[in-house]
């Protein structure tokens, strides 16, 4: 079975940290490319980061550069994000999703996603 699961989310205080996994099973993480979106209440859903196959190449939203860091272990078929300094309107639902070899903005590409992962940061 192709399933995505995420975790780590929680609840934080402004200025602390989170760490969120996405863990694959059934299929083989390493031929895709990840990304990290949100989705808070009333709000459209935004891609927050991306990381490539290899993990060589990173995209982030100018909303999360330089707090945020991806990273992943393809020996683990698991893909992180760090979130550090951390804001109230960084609060939502965080969903992983796959998308085959390279990262991609349009959203339709990404072919499995997880179920989320709520974070939630209080001010």
């Known amino acids: 079975q192709v399933q995505l699961v995420e975790s780590g989310g929680g609840l934080v205080q402004a200025g602390g940290s989170l760490r969120l996994s996405c863990a694959a099973s059934?299929?083989?993480?390493?031929?895709?490319?990840v990304g990290w979106f949100r989705q808070a209440p009333g709000k459209d859903r935004e891609r927050v980061s991306c990381i490539s196959p290899s993990g060589s190449s990173t995209y982030y939203a100018d909303s999360v550069r330089g707090r945020f860091t991806m990273s992943r272990d393809n020996a683990k078929n698991t893909v992180y994000l760090q979130m550090n300094s951390l804001k109230p309107e960084d609060t939502a639902v965080y969903y992983c999703a796959s998308t085959y070899h390279v990262c991609s903005s349009l959203d339709y590409t990404y072919t499995n996603w997880g179920q989320g992962t709520q974070a939630t940061v209080s001010s």
């Open positions: 059934g299929f083989p993480l390493d031929y895709y490319a």
